[in-house]
């Protein structure tokens, strides 16, 4: 079974349309949090394991789609795409998915 996790966004991202559309084509459930929420942006820069990732003297650079598992509260970006496009086999990975 799929952990909780969530899908951090933000509008005219095409890489967070191509993770959102596998998910739903693969029937995973996910929460969806916009940056362009105020209070996803205030609960993010609460959250030391976001800022420890995400976040320096200058400022936090956010590069989406994310996903964060609830239970964990680890993030994920990284490992989502690579220059051919979503990572079919790392996301899997990461939502332990078989």
């Known amino acids: 079974m799929v952990e909780s996790f969530s899908v951090i966004s933000k509008p005219n991202c095409h890489k967070c349309e191509d993770l959102k559309a596998w998910l739903k084509k693969n ?3 996910y929460d969806e949090w916009s ?5 996803v942006k205030k609960k993010l820069v609460s959250d030391p394991k976001f800022t420890e990732k995400f976040c320096d003297i200058d400022g936090c650079m956010v590069y989406t789609p994310v996903i964060h598992m609830s239970k964990s509260g680890d993030y994920f970006f ?6 051919s496009g979503l990572r079919v086999d ?3 990975k990461i ?4």
């Open 90 to 92: 790392a996301v899997k």
């Open 27 to 29: 029937n995973v459930n």
């Open 95 to 98: 939502l332990n998915i078989k």
């Open 35 to 39: 940056l362009e929420d105020e209070k």
């Open 78 to 83: 990284k490992e989502l795409f690579n220059q």
